[in-house]
């Protein structure tokens, strides 16, 4: 399946088969391919927490107001974001480019940054939105449905993965086998409503 075929036929599944198991070599693939995902400055401000053992899923679904993807979907990713990760050794980012290069994306990094939380927690967000759809066509493209998720209580599922004090939770994406085929599009809006050409009338 090209990338338009993906686009076109992805749809937010619910309700998925329990007794699935996606090989390690499809999650291997689809990881691969999430990381591919385009950030700011390059820092990969992602963070894909893979909740595989099963006594953590049920608590995770608790705090997701008991729904059934979380726990029945062969993989669920939990897209976190690093809100510092644009400090935590920013060269590695660009490692690969020349000298001079390095020394002025480091530079704009600190700059675009330091002592700008919003903007940290609005970048880390737009990355996991990113990345999550990256993670949803890789998906549908490997014969898989998806469901992206925020419905659940990100203080408890911060909790139950440990995360860091300088990680937040971005959003769920459960992956696997439908059950059933998702429900028809609810309605698209038409393009020249939210299509706007260079201003507002």
């Known amino acids: 399946m090209n990338v338009i075929e993906a686009i076109k036929n992805r749809r937010s599944v619910k309700a998925y088969d329990a007794t699935h198991a996606m090989p390690e070599a499809d999650i291997e693939k689809l990881m691969s391919l999430a990381v591919l995902s385009p950030t700011a400055f390059n820092i990969q401000n992602w963070r894909f927490v893979l909740v595989q053992d099963p006594e953590l899923r ?3 679904r608790a ?12 993989l669920l990713v939990v897209l976190t974001a690093d809100l510092k990760a644009w400090e935590k050794e920013p060269r590695r980012y660009w490692r690969n480019a020349d000298q001079p290069v390095q020394d002025y994306l480091v530079n704009a990094i600190d700059g675009y940054y330091r002592g700008k939380e ?37 203080d408890a599922v ?8 300088d990680h937040t939770p ?7 086998k439908g059950l059933q085929p998702a429900k028809p599009r609810g309605g698209q809006l038409a393009l020249d409503e939210v299509v706007i050409r260079n201003t507002f009338k």
């Not at 705090?63 to 062969?74: K, L, M, N, P, Y």
């Not at 990355?127 to 209580?153: E, H, I």
């Not at 911060?158 to 004090?165: G, M």
């Open 58 to 60: 049920k608590q995770v």
């Open 63 to 74: 705090a997701s107001w008991d729904q059934a993807q979380v726990t029945d979907a062969s």
């Open 118 to 154: 919003q903007v940290q927690r609005d970048e880390a967000m737009r990355s996991c939105g990113m990345a999550a759809t990256t993670l949803m066509l890789a998906a549908k493209a490997m014969g898989y449905d998806s469901c992206p998720m925020d419905g659940f209580d990100f």
């Open 158 to 165: 911060a909790k139950l993965l440990n995360l860091p004090a």
């Open 170 to 176: 971005a959003m769920f994406v459960a992956i696997g």
